[in-house]
C-alpha cells in the first residue's frame, strides 16, 4: 500500500509530549483505513518528537511522518500551516483529522482555507458509508457525525466532492485501541526548508493554568444537576464521589446557577467522560449532557422523576430523593470497605 488515499491524522504534541486526543484520533483512523483497506498515516511538527513517533506506530499507525525544527517546538500558525499544507499535497490522504483542541481549532480551519476543502468541527462520531446526491453516487465517504441546532438533533454532514475530507473531533469521544507491539510502521523525518517570513509570530512567554479538575482522567464520576437543589448541598455529590475516590462533575443547568464551576461541566459544551462508573444525581439527561457521558461503562441514575430521560441510558436507576439515597450510598460503601 501507499500513503496515497491513506487516513491521516495531526499528531499535536505538548511541551513534547504527544496528546491524548492525537491517540485516540489514531485508534479511530485505524478503524476507518481498515474498513477503507488503506493505511493510516501521521503528521507530528516539533522539536526533538522523534522519539515519541515509536510510541504511536503499535496504535496501527503504518507511517509517521516527523518534521523537526527548533522554532517549531511550539504550535504557531503559519509555519505548521505551510507544513500540513505540504504533506497533505504531497499524500493526498482521503481523510485528515484534528483534535478538537485549542490547537486543532485554530489550524484546521486554515488548512481548510488554504486547500479549499471543507471541515467539519467538533465531530462526536465519525463512520464510512455510501451517499448519493441527485445523479451523482459516493462510495466509501466519511460520515462527519456531531450534534446541531442546539443539540436537537444529531446531524451527519458529508463532502464528497473534495478530497481530503477533514474534520475536527472533541476530546474524549473516541476510544483507545489496544495496541499491537509488533505493528510494522514506518517513521519518516521530513526536512522543510523555512524561511524567517515563515515564522511571522514568536512566543515569548507560555502560561500554563494547572486544572483543578481532571474529568478525562477519572474513573468514577459523581456528577450532580439542578435537582441537588443548591451550592452548599453539592457538598453531598463531593462526598459521594470523595467515598468513591472520583471526581465531581455537574450538569450545565448546575454550573449556571452557580452550584459549581463550569470546569466541572459533562456535555456537549463541557467534557466528553468514559469513566467505569457514572452516577447522575438530580440531572434530567437532556441530549446535550447524555452527549458527554453516555459512552460511560456503567451508569447509575438517581432522580425523583420515574420518567426522566436520563433513565433510558442508565443501567441502575433509583427513583428517589437525592437527599435520602445518597447518604445511603455512601453508610453502605463505608460498611462494605
Ligand atoms: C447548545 C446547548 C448546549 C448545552 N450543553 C450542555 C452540556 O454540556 N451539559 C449539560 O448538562 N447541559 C447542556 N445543555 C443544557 C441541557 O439542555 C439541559 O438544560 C441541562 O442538562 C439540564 O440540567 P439538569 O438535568 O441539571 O436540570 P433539569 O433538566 O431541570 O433536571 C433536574 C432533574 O433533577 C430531578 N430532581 C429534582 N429534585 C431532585 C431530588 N431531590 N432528588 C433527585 N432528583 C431530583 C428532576 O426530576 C429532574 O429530572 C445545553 C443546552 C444547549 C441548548
Redesign the pocket.
Known amino acids: 500500500m501507499s500513503s496515497k488515499n491513506s487516513v491521516m491524522v495531526f499528531i499535536q504534541q505538548d511541551d513534547g509530549t504527544v496528546s491524548d486526543v492525537s491517540i485516540e484520533l489514531l485508534s479511530k483512523a485505524r478503524d476507518l483505513a481498515t474498513q477503507l483497506r488503506t493505511e493510516v498515516t501521521g503528521v507530528l511538527i516539533g522539536d526533538a518528537v522523534k522519539a515519541e513517533a515509536a510510541g504511536l506506530v503499535p496504535y496501527g499507525v503504518d507511517e509517521i511522518f516527523v518534521i523537526e525544527d527548533k522554532r517549531l517546538k511550539n504550535y504557531t500558525p503559519v509555519p505548521y500551516t505551510k507544513v500540513m499544507v505540504e504533506m497533505i499535497k504531497k499524500h493526498e490522504p482521503q481523510i485528515v483529522l484534528y483534535g478538537a483542541t485549542t490547537t486543532g481549532r485554530d489550524l484546521g480551519p486554515r488548512i481548510a482555507s488554504n486547500l479549499k476543502v471543507g471541515l467539519t468541527a467538533d465531530c462526536t462520531d465519525l463512520q464510512i458509508g455510501d451517499y448519493s446526491f441527485k445523479d451523482s453516487e459516493y462510495k466509501d465517504i466519511l460520515y462527519q457525525i456531531r450534534?446541531a441546532f442546539?443539540?436537537?438533533i444529531i446531524a451527519t454532514i458529508v463532502a464528497p466532492e473534495k478530497k481530503p475530507q477533514m474534520a475536527t473531533v472533541r476530546e474524549g469521544v473516541m476510544k483507545v485501541g489496544s495496541p499491537q507491539p509488533g505493528y510494522k510502521g514506518k517513521i519518516t523525518p521530513v526536512t522543510f526548508s523555512f524561511s524567517d517570513a515563515d515564522f511571522p509570530s514568536e512566543i515569548i512567554k507560555r502560561i500554563r493554568e494547572e486544572k483543578l479538575v481532571d474529568l478525562k482522567g477519572s474513573q468514577i464520576i459523581v456528577s450532580?444537576?439542578?435537582?441537588?437543589?443548591s451550592k452548599e448541598n453539592f457538598a453531598l455529590i463531593y462526598e459521594l464521589a470523595h467515598t468513591l475516590g472520583g471526581e465531581v462533575g455537574?450538569?450545565?443547568?448546575?454550573?449556571d446557577a452557580g452550584f459549581i464551576s463550569k470546569d466541572h461541566?459533562?456535555?456537549?459544551?463541557?467534557t466528553t467522560v468514559r469513566p467505569k462508573l457514572y452516577i447522575?444525581?438530580?440531572?434530567?439527561?437532556?441530549?446535550?449532557?447524555r452527549?458527554?457521558m453516555s459512552e460511560s461503562a456503567r451508569i447509575i441514575a438517581?432522580?425523583?422523576?420515574n420518567e426522566?430521560p436520563?433513565f433510558q441510558i442508565a443501567h441502575y436507576g433509583i427513583v428517589?430523593?437525592?437527599?435520602d439515597?445518597i447518604p445511603k450510598f455512601i453508610k453502605a460503601f463505608k460498611a462494605k470497605e
Open positions: 450534534p442546539g443539540g436537537n450532580g444537576g439542578i435537582g441537588v437543589g455537574a450538569s450545565r443547568a448546575a454550573v461541566q459533562v456535555g456537549q459544551t463541557g447522575a444525581c438530580g440531572i434530567s439527561g437532556a441530549i446535550q449532557h452527549a458527554g438517581i432522580n425523583t422523576d426522566a436520563i428517589g430523593d437525592l437527599n439515597v
